[in-house]
């Protein structure tokens, strides 16, 4: 039982007011919303390369204290319980069982050689069936406008390197997956203008962060120097599901204004309610720009296996697919590795009657015991029936409205070892939101789940 | 009998003339000693990507040829045999044997999980023991001094983006591995500064491409922005292997203009002559300048596994640990690989009892092989026991000394199915010299292995 452990360590359960927070942490809270302190710059690193080293954030210094304090029911009672990085934890079980069949344990000559930096032919193949299938396609999608690369955070940044030059900037709608931020300028110098989405519902527009083709128009007659815009579906960290007709206006905006639309359907198979139905825009019978419309996957959230570093794109922009082509050596992925997911990938028989049913039951029964842990104790937050998170208006537990006050309850819930995800990691435009991940067994372990910051 | 083959298919067995070469050859031969013709600039691209798309020299088309018209004895023997591109493609049995033990199918909850972005620890841990080992360091190396990544490609973008600013420049003595030049420019927008070596003996000097500090400071002083110097041993291409003192000299050079000095020791493993020993910086006392001293290894070269994609960098800089270990995110390794790397770093038996003595011994027989054709035919070359290539003296069926002539025979080649490596990929000074891949059992499959260029 975590919350009895953590009081019996001396933790304490009492309210972590902003004025407590800011007495105890004084040493090392910087006055800006930033996470850890910067170090100080290196004599050995060149201007970039401090730039580089001193980047971090609060979802990289979160992650690394959990990484440093893993909870374990028995070996770590007292570690950190991960409610802020994406990743589903309920489905190992399952993996086990496949990965460890023997056709997973396969080695060919060719598969220790140099390949294609694209991906091998036979995981292209393997991912143009999946998608046609799994996305719905019309038409059965092509081999040769599939890139497969070790994560999505890879596809982004050649993306960005090669559609646009340094300091060009991309819209995104926020709040949105901050690591993208990264993805896009750590490499690429690329930067990111955000279209804020509204928290708050009006009588026109009864939709908490909604998304509309006006809020884009907006965002770019501000922007100057915009070549792209990246849209989520299902959204990440809103887990809102797009309609077709949204998707298609967003296209459409998009092609307007001759901008490449990035869209990330990461999610695309985590949708657990029956009722509910993603579109992928693979799924239309056709683009409005489909030389400029890119579509990415990949296998760490809907399979559960970010570990394994497989991402893929969809474009039938040749030219792109080349420029890509160049950048893909240095993302390889293990011919071994790309054998294995090439194997998961056709096996149907596993995805549809074992993996997606269990995985689809399981989720929605975290999401149910999370929401249900929500509203018992008042707490508003987006009720979406997709992704692996949920996004909560925690804005009642800031003493004021900064982001400064939704740091400090951040650290609030990381000194209770929960580690969440605030919403100016997602660059989220009114403070006090945060995403908590239900995907884990650990939620179960002894609620209510969150540290007593009510009283 | 691949000659036989090849004539009568009608390809002929002529000498390929300057004259013939240009004249068959005029269509896609562009004036430029580049290698296939420049696609024109997409509109779709941005400045960098046209230019990352365009990017292209005879290496990579020499490996895209190939790889769509792969040699097979039975399915294909007409295909090109590479002997261009520097694959161990003698001791796949060994290989297969190890990795398909149970051991390499191993799945744990964490290893389908993010990760340290450096590396797992029990790989960094397991890299730290072997280089200890395989390197004689006199201390034990710290797995925390440890970085690895999908590749030493990627581990030299890297270095370059965080120890060098964009034009910024690394000083190399030529000819060398000429992909280093993309490693650092794609991503990094990083060059290199050259420092040509002569391939003329002289009575002062009887070593061919004799490297010394004399050269270096030659070098330094004419170059600007220079930050680093990367040095190899076992060299790529010459597979010179360089002394202690050779070593520490150019460490001495390094450490007195305060350049760093990036050490690729990729083929430390493949000195396949018992009488010659390798001694890696590792092995020294002391490093010059240990915070600029930075060490890679992989297992592309060394263990035959190109495909798996796993470099690794030593480095008592913490300061450069950091910066990489922001970009390590594009640059992973599947969890489950980690796994299968550290299990083959750790099994000392198959590794001194099976693996190295019989790839040393394949080795020696392929490079006695593929030396004595050189010699009956006539063909200077560097001697040397080590990596998977010979540095051949071609100059003589050059028509006149030009990269326009060395690249007609680089085709010439290929239209006779052999890939070869021109001197002009490596940026030799002198037209003429090309490196041959002798790791290759094709090499036996009916000699001479030249197409008949003397006639």
């Known amino acids: 039982h975590r919350r009895g452990g953590r009081s019996s360590q001396g933790h304490g359960s009492g309210r972590c007011s902003g004025r407590e927070s800011l007495d105890k942490m004084s040493q090392n809270v910087l006055a800006t919303p930033r996470g850890a302190e910067a170090p100080s710059p290196s004599v050995y690193l060149s201007k970039r390369g401090n730039s580089i080293r ?54 060919e000559p060719s598969l220790l050689q140099y390949s294609d930096w694209t991906g091998r032919t036979f995981l292209r193949e393997e991912v143009a069936k999946f998608l046609t299938h799994y996305c719905g396609s019309p038409k059965t999608l092509n081999a040769d406008n599939v890139v497969v690369m070790n994560g999505c955070g890879s596809l982004f940044s050649c993306v960005a390197a090669v559609i646009c030059d340094p300091k060009d900037a991309i819209l995104i709608p926020t709040p949105f997956y901050g690591v993208i931020t990264d993805d896009v300028d750590l490499y690429s110098d690329v930067k990111l203008f955000h279209v804020h989405l509204d928290c708050e519902v009006t009588i026109k527009d009864y939709r908490a962060f909604h998304l509309t083709v006006e809020k884009l128009e907006e965002g770019l007659t501000k922007a100057k120097q915009e070549v792209a815009v990246i849209l989520m579906n299902p959204h990440n960290p809103l887990a809102e599901i797009y309609t077709p007709e949204e998707m298609i206006a967003f296209l459409e905006f998009a092609k307007r204004n001759d901008l490449h639309a990035i869209v990330d359907e990461l999610y695309m198979l985590t ?59 240095f993302h390889g992925i293990p011919g071994t590795v790309q054998h294995q997911v090439a194997q998961l990938l056709q096996d149907r028989a596993w995805i549809d009657n074992e993996f997606l049913p269990e995985n689809r039951r399981r989720l929605k029964a975290a999401h149910s015991f999370l929401t249900g842990e929500l509203r018992s104790m008042g707490i508003p937050f987006l009720d979406r029936p997709a992704a692996l998170f949920v996004w909560a208006d925690l804005r009642e537990y800031l003493q004021e409205s900064s982001f400064q006050e939704e740091l400090n309850l951040w650290r609030c819930f990381l000194r209770h070892n929960v580690l969440l995800s605030c919403g100016q990691a997602f660059s989220c435009s009114t403070p006090g939101w945060f995403r908590i991940v239900f995907a884990d067994q650990h939620l179960h372990l002894g609620g209510p789940f969150m540290p007593d910051v009510s009283k």
Chains 1, 2 share one sequence.
């Open 54 to 107: 001193q980047h971090q954030g609060t979802l990289q210094e979160g992650f690394v204290q959990y990484a440093a304090n893993k909870y374990h029911v028995t070996d770590n009672p007292e570690g950190i319980i991960n409610l802020g990085t994406s990743e589903n934890k309920l489905c190992y079980d399952l993996l086990h069982a496949r990965l460890t069949r023997p056709d997973m344990l396969y080695v």
């Open 271 to 329: 949708v657990f309610d029956e009722s509910v139905t993603f579109h992928s825009v693979l799924s239309l019978d056709s683009l409005p720009d489909p030389l400029r419309t890119h579509v990415m996957w990949g296998l760490s959230k809907d399979f559960a296996m970010s570990g394994i570093r497989a991402g893929t794109l969809y474009t039938e922009n040749r030219e792109l697919v080349e420029a890509l082509a160049q950048l893909g050596c």
